[in-house]
T-cell receptor, first 120, second 110 residues
Framework: QLQLQESGPGLVKSSETLSLTCSVS??????????WGWFRQPPGKGLEWIGN???????YYNPSLKSRVTVSVDTSKNQFSLKLSSVTAADTAVYYC????????????WGQGTLVSVTS | QSALTQPASVSGSPGQSITISCTGT?????????VSWYQQHPGKAPKLMIY???KRPSGVSNRFSGSKSGNTASLTISGLQPEDEADYYC??????????FGGGTKLTVL
C-alpha cells in the first residue's frame, strides 16, 4: 500500500522559506504513470493546488504561487520536496503531499498533512 | 484562473439524495473531462470519490455518482448515510498544466 508522509518544521518565521519533504513508501517515485504534488489548506478554508513534479524533474506550478515555489525530487531517496519563499501569515496552512494518477489527472493518494504556521 | 464555484453547504436526511454542483467556465470544466471529486472528513486528508467526471475508484460506494453539463459538474449522493457527512471538493484541469479547486461544500446529514 502506497504511503506518503510529510515532514518539516511546524513553525516558520515571516519572510523566511518554508521547506517540506514528502517521503514515499510502498511504491517507486520513478514510476512513469504518476506525478507528485503539493497542496495546502488554510485553517477552515478550502484546498489549493501548489505544484507538481515528475520523477525526471518536470514541474507545473500554480500561477498565483509560481514566483515563490520550488518543487524538487530526489529519486535516490524516494522523496520530493517543497520550498515556499518569503512566507507571510497567509501561508499558514495544512500542507499535503500527494500522488497524481496521470491517466485520469486525479489525486489518488494523499499524505496525512502537516500544519505549518507562520509566525512574526 | 479562478476557483470553481460550489455551494457552501447542502443538507439531507438519511436515505435521501443530494446533489452538489461545481460551476466553472469554458476554459476548465467545460473544456475537459477531467473533473474529480474529493471527500474530506474533519482533520483527515481528502479521499478521491469520482474522477474523469463520472468514474468511481475501486472501493467507493456506487451511491456516489458524477456528471457534467456544459460548464457545471455535479456530484450526487444517493441513499444518504450519516458517514457521508463531510466536506466535498471538486477539482478540474484548466489547461496549460493548471488545476483549480472549488471552494468546498459542507454536507450535513440531518
Amino acid at each position: 500500500q502506497l504511503q506518503l508522509q510529510e515532514s518539516g518544521p511546524g513553525l516558520v518565521k515571516s519572510s523566511e522559506t518554508l521547506s517540506l519533504t514528502c517521503s514515499v513508501s510502498g511504491g517507486s517515485i520513478s514510476s512513469g504513470s504518476y506525478y507528485w504534488g503539493w497542496f495546502r489548506q488554510p485553517p477552515g478554508k478550502g484546498l489549493e493546488w501548489i505544484g507538481n513534479i515528475y520523477y525526471s524533474g518536470g514541474t507545473y506550478y500554480n500561477p498565483s504561487l509560481k514566483s515563490r515555489v520550488t518543487v524538487s525530487v530526489d529519486t535516490s531517496k524516494n522523496q520530493f520536496s517543497l520550498k515556499l519563499s518569503s512566507v507571510t501569515a497567509a501561508d499558514t496552512a495544512v500542507y499535503y503531499c500527494a500522488r497524481w494518477y496521470t491517466s485520469a489527472w486525479c489525486v489518488d493518494y494523499w499524505g496525512q498533512g502537516t500544519l505549518v504556521s507562520v509566525t512574526s | 484562473q479562478s476557483a470553481l464555484t460550489q455551494p457552501a453547504s447542502v443538507s439531507g436526511s438519511p436515505g435521501q439524495s443530494i446533489t452538489i454542483s461545481c460551476t466553472g467556465t469554458s476554459s476548465d470544466v467545460g473544456s475537459y473531462n477531467l473533473v474529480s471529486w474529493y471527500q474530506q472528513h474533519p482533520g483527515k486528508a481528502p479521499k478521491l470519490m469520482i474522477y474523469e467526471g463520472s468514474k468511481r475508484p475501486s472501493g467507493v460506494s456506487n451511491r456516489f455518482s458524477g456528471s457534467k453539463s456544459g460548464n457545471t459538474a455535479s456530484l450526487t449522493i444517493s441513499g444518504l448515510q450519516p458517514e457521508d457527512e463531510a466536506d466535498y471538493y471538486c477539482c478540474s484541469y484548466a489547461g496549460s498544466s493548471i488545476w483549480v479547486f472549488g471552494g468546498g461544500t459542507k454536507l450535513t446529514v440531518l
